[in-house]
């Protein structure tokens, strides 16, 4: 399973989706204001300092707007994906699940104690923090319809 799920991280980093789309060890608090060069998403660590932009950045509102769509469409995918007639569920969240603001305010968390995954594309961190934070038990079925 475990090279399914390498595999599939994979391919959602490789794919346009990831792209169409578009933490060192925790979001720096003396980062200067957001320029339009950091909604590039080049890493896991340019997606957690959009997650953890300050009420006080210009640019906040497209910042923490970004990073929710970003997190979002990786979820809406990941459920298309599982709910496919082949498809593999990765992350099994308890009901009810965590809400799309908590479910990033724990990813940037996350993030402060991974730095060395911080280099790595943004949706294959995101979906190791998910995989990590709500594993599923093996070969979890596909529930029908869980694409909230």
């Known amino acids: 399973m475990r090279q399914t799920v390498r595999t599939t991280i994979r391919a959602l980093s490789c794919s346009g989706f990831a792209l169409a789309l578009a933490a ?6 003396a980062r200067a204001e957001f320029e339009r060069e950091d909604f590039r998403i080049r890493s896991a660590q340019d997606l ?14 497209a910042a923490i707007h970004f990073c929710e769509g970003f997190v979002t469409g990786a979820w809406q ?4 994906q599982a709910n496919g007639p082949k498809g593999l569920r990765l992350v099994c969240p ?4 965590p809400t ?12 402060g104690t991974h730095a060395d995954r911080m280099t790595e ?9 998910l995989t990590e934070k709500y594993p599923c ?6 529930k029908k319809g869980g694409s909230k």
Request: proline fraction near 15%; charged fraction near 20%; aromatic fraction near 10%.
């Open 24 to 29: 060192t060890v925790a979001p720096s608090a």
């Open 48 to 61: 957690v300092d959009l997650c953890a932009a300050k009420n006080d950045d210009p640019l906040y509102s």
């Open 77 to 80: 995918y990941h459920q298309a």
């Open 94 to 97: 308890p009901e009810p699940p």
């Open 100 to 111: 799309r603001d908590e479910a990033v305010a724990m990813f940037v968390t996350w993030s």
């Open 121 to 129: 594309p943004a949706v294959e961190a995101l979906f190791r923090f």
């Open 137 to 142: 038990p093996a070969a979890a079925p596909a």
